[in-house]
């Protein structure tokens, strides 16, 4: 079953717009990755927050995560049309934590327009 | 270093057949584990392999199966195909340590007939 919900599931925006896609999850992490995929091919990896921490920042991607809450959210800051894909967040849970094992949500299909 | 590589990157099979997968991981790394992506159920865990042995298993049945060598590179098979068994098979790759970081291959696009 999965384990982490997205939303939206489809968002479109126009380029230069921020994009926020939110991730919530049901069991105790360890981490939470971020992930994006262009047209069915493989995943590209952008950030890992551990369950410590609350905020992270890689370029234009930032990612704040809430354990109270069970939830995470990546915030894409002036998109390109190049961020077009789906992004996917997948957790490691506490049972799981000494292997690679993912548990991925759904997606949040992003359509950024030129 | 080079990244994750899968082979074949396409294949078109027919009910009953049978097919291997190979993934190749980042130098270095000692865990690779695999997931199939299909519309319908998403991205789901198969098996990780460390140290050539399974690590952790998810929900499928027992016609998936996979197998690690010595220097990391595993294959994953699956026997008696069936239709629903066409999906984008992706192998990830990691040093195998705790909470670190997964890094995908471009995926195997499976199509059974």
């Known amino acids: 079953s999965q384990q982490g919900e997205e939303d939206p599931q489809a968002l479109s925006i126009q380029e230069g717009e921020n994009a926020t896609m939110n991730c919530s999850y049901k069991?105790?992490?360890?981490?939470l990755q971020w992930y994006r995929q262009n047209s069915g091919r493989g995943l590209v990896h952008l950030i890992l927050?551990?369950?410590?921490?609350r905020e992270k920042h890689s370029g234009r991607l930032r990612v704040t995560l809430d354990t109270s809450k069970k939830s995470s959210s990546l915030l894409i800051t002036a998109s390109r049309a190049a961020d077009t894909a789906s992004y996917f967040c997948a957790t490691k849970t506490i049972g799981s934590s000494n292997t690679g094992k993912l548990i991925f949500g759904q997606g949040t299909t992003l359509q950024v327009k030129p | 270093k080079a990244g994750v590589t899968q082979t074949p990157r396409y294949l078109i099979k027919t009910r009953g057949q049978q097919v291997t997968l190979s993934c190749s991981p980042i130098s270095g790394h000692r865990s690779v584990s695999w997931y199939q992506q299909t519309p319908g159920q998403g991205l789901q865990f198969l098996f990780e392999y460390f140290s050539e042995t399974q690590r952790n298993k998810g929900n499928f049945p027992g016609r998936f199966s996979g197998r690690q060598f010595s220097n990391s590179r595993s294959e994953m098979n699956v026997s008696t195909l069936e239709l629903g068994d066409s999906a984008l098979y992706l192998c990830?790759?990691?040093?195998?340590?705790?909470?670190?970081?997964?890094?995908f291959g471009p995926g195997t696009r499976l199509t059974v007939l």
């Open positions: 069991t105790s992490i360890n981490n």
């Open positions: 990830a790759s990691s040093s195998g340590q705790g909470g670190d970081t997964q890094y």
């Open positions: 927050i551990r369950s410590n921490e």
